[in-house]
DNA sequence: CTGTATCCTAACGGATACTG
DNA sequence: CAGTATCCGTTAGGATACAG
């Protein structure tokens, strides 16, 4: 394998420094559950994000060819964000670790308990 | 699935907020690659962490018992890190990711720079 | 409805120095 | 060798107000 060290391009730090961000994984899963979405309804469904926030992640994830927007010009705005090819063979990947965090939460919480009565 | 809106104890954020860590996920792909380490292999390996960040990195996955630590009574001190069973059973989902950025990174860079170019 | 623009604070995390 | 402690600049990201 490709040595990681000190490479700026090293793609695992490209694709972490995106996918690492807990929004862009939230949009990324929830686009890839729900389809087609608007903003609001983007909003909504995931909940605790700000609205810069989701702003931010949905224009890097645009950047990255990862998520397509599409406005149609009516008043009120609509816009539809949808995840592109590309995206879409991301949602696999994340649901895995989704199904692992459902797995092994009980494990993990309880493994800190036990590290907080100790020290 | 689980409702994921506003849930505090949501799995999926739960461990995002651990291997969301840029660091966390190098400290565990290393380990998944190279098996037991000690400190310093660790720090020269990775590269570019800090040894801050890196002791802080540790503790927390010790906390989550996703790495063990084995402290041997030596002079100069000696110090093993090793995944734990639940840690190697976060590997793959990982190697998994790296690979789609392996796979992906021409794709992605190709696209910003065009979007960097239209804005 | 779908954003943009500021302001502002907590935290992240690097650099450096020190310790057992 | 394997950390700990401290300082400190940068940034993430929430709150709020405003705009097209």
Redesign the pocket.
């Known amino acids: 394998m490709k040595n990681r060290n000190r490479d700026p391009d090293c793609p695992v730090r490209t694709v972490l420094d995106r996918i690492g961000?807990?929004?862009a994984v939230l949009v990324i899963t929830t686009l890839g559950e729900e389809g087609t979405m608007?903003?609001?309804?983007l909003?909504e469904t995931i909940g605790?994000?700000?609205?810069?926030?989701l702003?931010v992640t949905?224009?890097k994830l645009q950047e990255d060819g990862l998520v397509s927007?599409k406005?149609y010009q009516e008043i009120?705005?609509?816009?539809e964000?949808t995840l592109t090819d590309t995206g879409v063979t991301l949602v696999p990947l994340l649901n895995a670790l989704a199904e692992w965090a459902n797995a092994n939460m009980k494990g993990i919480k309880k493994s800190r308990s036990v590290y907080a009565e100790v020290n």
Do not use: C
């Open positions: 961000d807990k929004w608007r903003f609001n309804h909003y605790d994000i700000s609205q810069k926030m702003t949905l224009k927007r406005m009120p705005p609509r816009v964000y």
